[in-house]
């Protein structure tokens, strides 16, 4: 079976399995169909009955991203409903849509509480709103901060610490402010970037600059050493990843680089598990 013939089998049995009295719709009488007609989803989506007859017989008909959503709504798609019909009519995904989930999913939360390395996820904005005890330890507790100070991306660029070592402080302003305009041009919350841009242009002359000049990075990892008191160096190396429960959130990942870092990981662990014993 085909693309085409997959798209038309859908819509097909997407309107056979609502009744016009879920929509508001009289009902007819000697209905030769189960579900709604052509003509009552053309109404429903703000389609011309043509268009949308043709479309759902497979015919060549380019709909438009907002003509789609109509579609999805008059037809009560789910969110993975809504990008299987996306991914079926123009083979890509929809546009992102505004979640404002501050949390996450249960099946995210015991992956991070089952990994042995450092983890966290982000917003789009680069809050912080998860992490495991990896994460308090080698970097920071997020727990003891306030949610409005959990910005990664401030942490970063105004931490003294990261401004002792200038020339790899400017590296990661560079690497971090080139991610920033990737995630900015996506941005879904484009006025939270908005006002981020505007503080670190008045707070950070090296972010002024790599704005305006800088590049642009579709991708997030890179190398990180730190010294932790009473344990010795740790180097990892992070990688981030979109959550597909929540395309607007992303999970962060720090692989050791070492065994030194592995057994302090290690350490950690077991010093963890025998204060919860």
Request: hydrophobic share 40%; net charge negative; charged share 25%.
């Amino acid at each position: 079976m085909g693309q085409r013939e997959e798209l038309i089998r859908f819509l097909k049995a997407s309107r056979g399995r609502i009744s016009p009295a879920e929509v508001g719709l009289p009902p007819r009488d000697r209905r030769r169909e189960k579900g709604l007609s052509r003509d009552e989803v053309a109404m429903l989506a703000g389609m011309s009955v043509t268009w949308y007859t043709w479309f759902e017989q497979g015919r060549d008909v380019q709909l438009s991203a907002p003509t789609l959503e109509r579609l999805s709504t008059a037809l009560r798609f789910s969110p993975r409903e809504r990008e299987f019909l996306f991914a079926l009519a123009q083979h890509r995904p929809p546009p992102l849509i505004d979640s404002s989930s501050r949390t996450v999913a249960p099946s995210v939360r015991h992956m991070l509480d089952s990994l042995n390395v450092p983890a966290l996820v982000l917003t789009e904005e680069w809050t912080v709103i998860a992490w495991n005890r990896f994460v308090a330890r080698v970097f920071r507790d997020y727990g003891a901060m306030a949610p409005e100070d959990r910005n990664l991306f401030k942490i970063l660029l105004q931490g003294e610490s990261y401004k002792a070592q200038e020339d790899e402080y400017r590296d990661m302003v560079q690497r971090l402010t080139a991610r920033l305009k990737w995630d900015y041009s996506r941005a879904i919350r484009v006025d939270v970037f908005d006002a981020l841009i505007a503080e670190m242009m008045d707070r950070s002359e090296l972010f002024r600059h790599f704005w305006l000049n800088g590049d642009i990075m579709a991708h997030m990892e890179g190398p990180n050493t730190r010294i932790l008191p009473g344990l010795g160096q740790v180097s990892f190396q992070h990688t981030s990843y979109a959550v597909e429960q929540e395309p607007s959130q992303r999970l962060m990942l720090f692989a050791p680089m070492d065994a030194e870092t592995v057994a302090i990981l290690a350490r950690i662990g077991a010093e963890e598990d025998s204060e919860v014993a």
